[in-house]
């Protein structure tokens, strides 16, 4: 049985345990900054804009989504951003993504969105196949820019 709740501040530490997995599996585990401080203060602190929902399994964390609204200046709306979906190697093909991006997509209907969006590296199969399954379509005309680190302090020194 699978339930999709909205996270909460006790469930920093389990966030952090998903991100650390997310990033071992993204071959990126060095990049990983996030403290369950941070997780506290980003997400369940009073000035975040980002929330976080938990995928369960009997009661037990076996997926997460964090989530923000973006905006849409073409359809004056928001939009709802997903940053990032984990689900743990053991709890795969039971519909827990999917579960996910369905509770996602509700929320974004919800409160009025006009975009349900996300990134996905190219080289992750098994999430191309999932989110083509549901209708999403890829935005290959875009090409995503960042601005991070030392670069992002010297442009705004600069």
């Given at each position: 049985?699978?339930?999709?709740?909205?996270?909460?501040?006790?469930?920093?530490?389990?966030?952090?345990?998903?991100?650390?997995?997310?990033?071992?599996?993204?071959?990126?585990?060095?990049?990983?900054?996030?403290?369950?401080?941070?997780?506290?203060?980003?997400?369940?602190?009073?000035?975040?804009?980002?929330?976080?929902?938990?995928?369960?399994?009997?009661?037990?964390?076996?997926?997460?989504?964090?989530?923000?609204?973006?905006?849409?200046?073409?359809?004056?709306?928001?939009?709802?951003?997903?940053?990032?979906?984990?689900?743990?190697?053991?709890?795969?093909?039971?519909?827990?993504?999917?579960?996910?991006?369905?509770?996602?997509?509700?929320?974004?209907?919800?409160?009025?969105?006009?975009?349900?969006e996300w990134s996905v590296?190219?080289?992750?199969?098994?999430?191309?196949?999932?989110?083509?399954?549901?209708?999403?379509?890829?935005?290959?005309?875009?090409?995503?820019?960042?601005?991070?680190?030392?670069?992002?302090?010297?442009?705004?020194?600069?």
């Amino acid at each position: 049985m699978l339930t999709i709740r909205e996270a909460v501040r006790e469930d920093a530490a389990t966030l952090l345990g998903f991100i650390r997995e997310l990033a071992i599996y993204e071959k990126a585990e060095h990049e990983v900054a996030a403290t369950i401080q941070k997780i506290e203060e980003s997400i369940f602190g009073t000035n975040s804009v980002s929330s976080a929902l938990i995928c369960e399994q009997d009661s037990r964390p076996v997926g997460m989504a964090v989530w923000f609204f973006n905006y849409s200046t073409w359809q004056a709306k928001n939009g709802l951003y997903l940053e990032d979906l984990y689900v743990t190697p053991a709890a795969r093909g039971l519909g827990a993504g999917k579960a996910l991006l369905k509770r996602l997509a509700e929320i974004a209907l919800e409160t009025g969105c006009g975009r349900f969006e996300w990134s996905v590296l190219d080289w992750n199969e098994p999430a191309i196949r999932l989110y083509e399954a549901i209708g999403a379509e890829p935005m290959n005309e875009w090409i995503r820019y960042r601005l991070s680190g030392e670069a992002l302090k010297s442009f705004a020194a600069g």
